[in-house]
T-cell receptor
Framework: QKEVEQDPGPLSVPEGAIVSLNCTYSNSAFQYFMWYRQYSRKGPELLMYTYSSGNKEDGRFTAQVDKSSKYISLFIRDSQPSDSATYLCAMSLNSGGYQKVTFGIGTKLQVIP | DAGVTQSPTHLIKTRGQQVTLRCSPKSGHDTVSWYQQALGQGPQFIFQYYEEEERQRGNFPDRFSGHQFPNYSSELNVNALLLGDSALYLC?????????????FGSGTRLTVV
């Protein structure tokens, strides 16, 4: 079993839809939870960064963490064609005094005009 | 303010050859991490450099080695290339006192081994 599970998609939605992206994890030692956006032929770009269970909102993006269920989500409201990209969840834990980051496989999202 | 710069952007090598990839971190960052991203996969951690020393390493063989220079730039070296080494190699820089919140990736070097 992988430490971080993420559905690769692809996920196609119409412009303006609410998008829900999810990851599950097995290691309860994960402390920090992140969502990255990766456009084709580019490096990942940090979107959201959370530590505790609950919700964190930034503009059209909301990150949700449920540590009891080992489940994290990213919601995108009023989705735009420019949101079309691959979304990677990432989690980290303290390993020997340093943060070890583990990424999901990424979900490919296409927002259709 | 330049972000993370990686060179070259694309590279084609023959099986058995050696390759060196380069990374210049974002201004103000002193820590460099290298990742391998195979097609359709998430990034896999290779190693991290701080103060010119390797301080963390992922599950990669000794064929993968690195170096960090006094100006914080870094190189990734891969010896005896295998077809399976074909991937996007990403460099991420950060400031040691900011942790993961300031983690910034470059656009990567796409390596093809034939």
């Amino acid at each position: 079993q992988k430490e971080v599970e993420q559905d690769p998609g692809p996920l196609s939605v119409p412009e303006g839809a609410i998008v829900s992206l999810n990851c599950t994890y097995s290691n309860s030692a994960f402390q920090y939870f992140m969502w990255y956006r990766q456009y084709s032929r580019k490096g990942p770009e940090l979107l959201m960064y959370t530590y505790s269970s609950g919700n964190k909102e930034d503009g059209r993006f909301t990150a949700q963490v449920d540590k009891s269920s080992k489940y994290i989500s990213l919601f995108i409201r009023d989705s735009q064609p420019s949101d079309s990209a691959t979304y990677l969840c990432a989690m980290s834990l303290n390993s020997g005094g340093y943060q070890k980051v583990t990424f999901g496989i990424g979900t490919k999202l296409q927002v259709i005009p | 303010d330049a972000g993370v710069t990686q060179s070259p952007t694309h590279l084609i090598k023959t099986r058995g050859q050696q390759v060196t990839l380069r990374c210049s971190p974002k201004s103000g960052h002193d820590t460099v991490s290298w990742y391998q991203q195979a097609l359709g996969q998430g990034p896999q951690f290779i190693f991290q450099y701080y103060e010119e020393e390797e301080r963390q390493r992922g599950n990669f063989p000794d064929r993968f080695s690195g170096h960090q220079f006094p100006n914080y730039s870094s190189e990734l070296n891969v010896n005896a290339l295998l077809l399976g080494d074909s991937a996007l190699y990403l460099c991420a820089s950060s400031a040691a006192d900011r942790g993961l919140n300031g983690y910034t990736f470059g656009s990567g070097t796409r390596l093809t081994v034939v």
